[in-house]
């Protein structure tokens, strides 16, 4: 079958996954039959789509056509085999049990046309085996997407044992017209890859906590704080559900041996019924407050070992040839909203430095988890998972690889992307110093007569700073200072370069990312955008050239009004104030963009560089309010204010400044 071929697609389950993947597909222009076993679940279902699509539509992501088109590509069903009828592709997303599936799947292959392809949403479970019980295993894979599937980007396309290439070349591009991001999944490993890094992580928590060596809070601090990751290793069990995780470790633990034994925490807390928060209480009681996790608090050992048993899962996948490094870094990122992959998290700290921290737990307790992979010390003295390319600096002639951006040149315009949209495209030191490196380049290449910026993604060109990155750097005062001179030193370079500069504004525009499109020459941005520098919610204010740059643009009376009151704007209140220099509509935004810029690039450059210049030489000195911003800034990094808002920012919930 053809991905053309595709027309119809079942959806059998019509829980919060199922309807969820019908409402994807559906909005891809795919019909789609949802089933479930009893009228109440499917309409439950259906009502969720609606409800789904219409909130996209009141939040401008669709147009009301376009939701009420996808909403009447859904048709309902209870009998198995009307579902089926006409299906080319088969998606199974019922109960996590293997007896369940396999009883599925007996009825499926009884009622299914005979092209149709098969797939199991299953996060763990073994596809081989599943497969084995259709009548067409070369033709059944999985096709694991994440919660919620209308917001993640991530889909782990996995093989089985027979299944063949073409299968996996047709779920692969059916989930890029559905507007995910495949990853392939090579073998039938347990867990596949973001759970079979996850769930250890999570299992190595719990045994920190249980052998004595820190407290839940303290790991919490470490995971979310000094690693940066999107929520504490406890916090995030009790939102998945601490069940959930641990039915996927003790299926590890049957299959892959005794280093995934789940730690005897997980399974009283199991026991207990505590679940998370679905209970109301797991590892944090969530009737009193939830969970509450300190900045600050995290513990160097318990970073060491807890990025040494991660870089361990990804050296297990990488030597059984399920993954390769950077479909791992990719998939974590996209699935987890981990800052940066596995495999470069462990490349930074070093191989060599995660082996000995293994070896030594291994050593002193005996423990089979601890044991470091073959694959670990073979890439250990290759230089890391990605061997020198984590080094590359684009010295020597080549093209730069960067991790946080996109950087190409068509034509006549250098274009510079942000593309972290797991994160929102929020900015991180990283970012910071490949966006010098990248500006640079371009505006030392003659061929280059333009410069394009832009977000990866349609929800933001970039929703500010990466607080958790930014937290884990600590809040000396001299930090702030110096983190300040960083970002006005990088944006200013943009405002510096002898070439027009155009910001492509798509979503979100927020604190740090406002300040950089500010640096630009021109800003064009859709209906959808939203603007704003919110530092002052956070007890802090704007570090990265805003306080100067903005109230030149707009005027000091405009200024202080964006920033004094911290709220958000749209594109067309910003454009009246004279910040947007166009408005276009939502799916016109790239073209636009696009277009101002080769515009602007077939445009006299030596005139061009010249009126940059003098229109900048015609400013009062801002050398002394920049100076003063920097100050400013790192006093602001120093108060408890600051500490409150970014911990009322992680929880979701209003600040309490008390002006200290």
Known sequence: MRLEDVQRIAVLGAGNMGHGIAEVAALAGYDVALRDIEEEFVRDGYDQIEWSLGKLAEKDRIDEEAAEAALDRVETFVDLADSLADADVVIEVVPERMDIKKDV?????????????FVTNTS???????????????????????????????????????????????????????????VRVR?????????????????????????????????????????????????LADQVGIDVGYHVLEYMHEVLGEAYRPCPLLVEKVENEELGRKTGAGFYDYEGGGAEIPTGEGDEGVRRRLLAVMANEVAGLVGNDVADAEAIDRAMMLGAG???????????????????????????????????????????????????????????GGTPDYDTLSVAVDGRVGHVEIDRPHRMNTISHELLAEFESAVDRLDGDDEVRAILVTGAGDRAFSAGADFQSMAASGTDPLKGVELSRTGQR???????????????????????????????????????????????????????????????????????????TADRYDAETMYDYGFVNEVVENDALDDRAWEL??????????????????????????????EAESQAFGHAMNTDDLMEGITAFMSDEEPEFEGK
């Open 105 to 117: 799947y007996g009825q499926v292959v009884e009622h299914a046309p005979e092209e149709a392809v």
């Open 124 to 182: 763990s479970l073994s596809i081989t085996e599943l497969s084995e019980v259709t009548d067409r295993p070369e033709r059944f894979c999985g096709m694991h997407f994440f919660n919620p599937p209308v917001r993640m980007d991530l889909v782990e396309v996995i093989s089985g044992k027979h299944t063949s290439e073409d299968t996996l070349e047709l779920i692969e591009g059916l989930a890029e017209e559905m507007d995910k991001t495949p």
């Open 187 to 235: 073998k039938d490993s347990p867990g596949f890859i973001v759970n079979r890094v996850l769930v250890p992580l999570m299992n190595e928590a719990a045994w920190i906590v249980e052998s004595g060596d820190a407290t839940i809070e303290t790991v919490d601090s470490t995971t979310k704080y000094d690693m940066g990751l999107p929520m504490g290793s406890f916090e």
């Open 338 to 396: 981990f800052p940066d992959g596995p495999a470069k998290l462990a490349d930074d700290e070093g191989l060599d430095a995660l082996c000995d921290a293994l070896d030594d737990l291994h050593e002193e307790t005996g423990e089979e988890r601890y044991r470091a992979t073959e694959y670990l010390r073979e890439a250990a003295e290759a230089g890391g998972f990605h061997g020198d390319e984590a080094d590359g600096d684009g010295t020597g």
């Open 490 to 564: 990088t944006f200013g370079k943009l405002e510096e370069s002898d070439k027009p500069v155009v910001a492509g504004i798509d979503g979100y525009c927020l604190g740090g990312g406002m300040e950089l499109a500010t640096a630009a020459d021109l800003r064009v941005a859709s209906e959808r955008s939203e603007l704003g520098q919110p530092e002052h919610d956070l007890g802090l204010l704007p570090g990265w050239g805003g306080t100067q740059r903005l109230a030149r643009i707009v005027g000091e009376g405009r200024a202080k009004e964006i920033i004094l």
């Open 597 to 626: 810029a080769e515009e602007l690039a077939a445009g006299p450059p030596v005139a061009q560089k010249y009126t940059k210049r003098v229109i900048h030489a015609g400013r009062d000195d801002g050398e002394a309010g920049l």
